[in-house]
């Protein structure tokens, strides 16, 4: 003859047993999370308008990169402030790693930062790869009679007012030139920054002979090459496809002086930091997809044809070069007011 159980101790086994399901889904919960990340479409945030090289770059890294997490990676155009609403928007959104910060990435939010008051810092991004940095190239119009840059710094500063650069505004084009005047001891007064919004529109105006000399990005020059003298590479070594332009500080030496090198435009990928944080297995994926793509001979051979950067420096290179960057033009940030 069967006894009931008591309901003590039938609220006690059944108790237990609820126990064991949670902590069976507690231990399984995170791994699962992890192993079926991505399970939807990532988002590549750009910060600038379609058709640029920051949107031209990242939209066929979108289409390699979809391919290793197994997801589309859909790229979004979030223009506005110099990049800045793009990278707000980011860091609004939920931290599962699903929307992320794909741009020119420097020295846009140094800049934010520093002389726009963004809301975020540094610290916010969790950096992922420097995939295309550019070097400024300090070039003349064919016509001017400078071959090197002390003869050039030497002419603005015995003639104010007479000579004029093209830059594009925040650019580390402008940061450059009001750092080689600090140095040269000329008042910023004797120079006429022109600036223009975008690097086509400077380069056509040293091009035609608007301006006399220009500090943009290397890349992307070659069509004005005909009508440009390279006199400086803002680099600390020669630059291929740009082996006349000689290093900035070794042109510089002369003089007795020489500048910090700020990198030109870097474009890569960030995440927000929040979520490297709550979810590293998935950064972990992320990055390790992001340097596999890397060795992709077919994207490497579309980058190289399309004359786009193919770099992997990976997180910790990455965060190393946006710090010192961003600690440069902290350190003058009065050059720009």
């Not at 609220?11 to 399901?21: K, R, T, Y």
């Not at 031209?56 to 589309?72: F, M, N, T």
């Not at 859909?74 to 990278?87: K, S, T």
């Not at 400077?202 to 069509?223: K, M, N, P």
Request: aromatic letters at 8%; one cysteine or more.
């Amino acid at each position: 003859m069967s006894h009931p159980i008591p309901v003590s101790r039938r609220l006690a086994l059944w108790g237990a047993s609820c126990a064991f399901v949670i902590s069976a889904m507690t231990v399984q919960a995170p791994a699962i999370a992890a192993d079926d990340w991505p399970s939807q479409p990532v988002n590549f945030v750009v910060g600038f308008g379609v058709g640029g090289s920051a949107d031209r770059v990242i939209r066929l890294l979108a289409q390699y990169l979809g391919e290793e997490l197994k997801q589309p990676v859909v790229v979004v155009n979030r223009p506005g402030a110099g990049g800045q609403l793009a990278a707000t928007y980011v860091l609004a959104q939920r931290e599962e790693g699903y929307t992320m910060l794909a741009s020119s990435i420097s020295p846009y939010l140094a800049n934010s930062i520093v002389h726009t008051n963004a809301t975020y810092s540094l610290d916010d991004f969790a950096f992922v790869n420097a995939q295309w940095s550019d070097y400024d190239l300090i070039a003349v119009h064919k016509d001017q009679p400078f071959k090197t840059l002390p003869e050039l710094l030497e002419s603005i500063k015995a003639n104010p007012g007479k000579h004029s650069v093209s830059v594009v505004p925040s650019s580390a084009g402008q940061i450059t030139t009001h750092l080689l005047l600090e140095a040269a001891g000329i008042p910023i007064k004797n120079l006429n920054i022109v600036t223009y919004e975008s690097g086509g529109q400077a380069r056509s105006a040293v091009a035609g002979g608007q301006v006399d000399f220009t500090i943009l990005a290397a890349e992307g020059s070659d069509g004005i090459r005909d009508m440009i003298r390279p006199i400086a590479i803002v680099r600390d070594q020669p630059l291929e496809n740009w082996e006349e332009a000689t290093p900035v500080n070794e042109a510089l030496k002369p003089m007795g002086i020489e500048i910090p090198l700020l990198d030109g435009s870097i474009r890569g990928v960030a995440t927000s930091a929040a979520f490297k944080q709550k979810y590293p297995e998935r950064f972990d994926k992320l990055v390790a997809a992001y340097e596999r793509t890397m060795k992709n001979e077919k994207f490497l051979k579309q980058l190289n044809s399309m004359q786009m950067g193919a770099d992997w420096l990976g997180p910790e290179k990455t965060t190393e070069i946006m710090q010192r960057n961003f600690d440069i033009i902290n350190k003058y940030r009065t050059l720009l007011n």
